[in-house]
């Protein structure tokens, strides 16, 4: 009996832990992202860059995978000075990729229209981070 009821609260304490460790997941996914909406102005490296690129870009422009030599995780590589001109979104190598007129990223599936207008905000108020 007593081997039962070890058995029977090792099952039920496993199962309460798996339970609450899914609950506790708050990780973006790309459906999320894709619904994610810009704003016209005041765009937020934070809360509406850093979310798009780390689903979107950051899987293969990364800390150990930098493809093409461009790393997209932190606000300080975001910011080179190769990849964009603060307050010159038109002449930002990263806004002629993500529109697909020079070297077309991502290669499957094109950033939404209203993400990439957001980046372009955020780069003409001078690629801030906020």
Request: charged content about 20%; glycine content about 4%; hydrophobic content about 35%.
């Given at each position: 009996?007593?081997?039962?009821?070890?058995?029977?609260?090792?099952?039920?304490?496993?199962?309460?832990?798996?339970?609450?460790?899914?609950?506790?997941?708050?990780?973006?996914?790309?459906?999320?992202?894709?619904?994610?909406?810009?704003?016209?102005?005041?765009?937020?490296?934070?809360?509406?860059?850093?979310?798009?690129f780390e689903v979107k870009c950051v899987p293969c422009h990364n800390d150990q995978r930098s493809d093409g030599g461009v790393n997209l995780?932190?606000?300080?590589?975001?910011?080179?000075?190769?990849?964009?001109?603060?307050?010159?979104?038109?002449?930002?190598?990263?806004?002629?990729?993500?529109?697909?007129?020079?070297?077309?990223?991502?290669?499957?599936?094109?950033?939404?229209?209203?993400?990439?207008?957001?980046?372009?905000?955020?780069?003409?108020?001078?690629?801030?981070?906020?």
């Amino acid at each position: 009996m007593k081997i039962y009821l070890l058995k029977y609260s090792i099952v039920l304490s496993f199962s309460f832990i798996l339970v609450i460790s899914q609950s506790c997941d708050d990780t973006v996914t790309s459906s999320e992202i894709d619904n994610l909406v810009m704003p016209d102005s005041n765009v937020s490296y934070l809360k509406h860059i850093a979310p798009v690129f780390e689903v979107k870009c950051v899987p293969c422009h990364n800390d150990q995978r930098s493809d093409g030599g461009v790393n997209l995780s932190s606000w300080t590589n975001v910011t080179d000075p190769r990849l964009i001109i603060p307050g010159d979104d038109s002449s930002s190598v990263l806004v002629w990729t993500i529109e697909r007129t020079y070297k077309p990223m991502p290669p499957l599936e094109s950033l939404k229209r209203n993400h990439i207008n957001g980046v372009r905000t955020w780069i003409r108020e001078g690629a801030q981070y906020n």
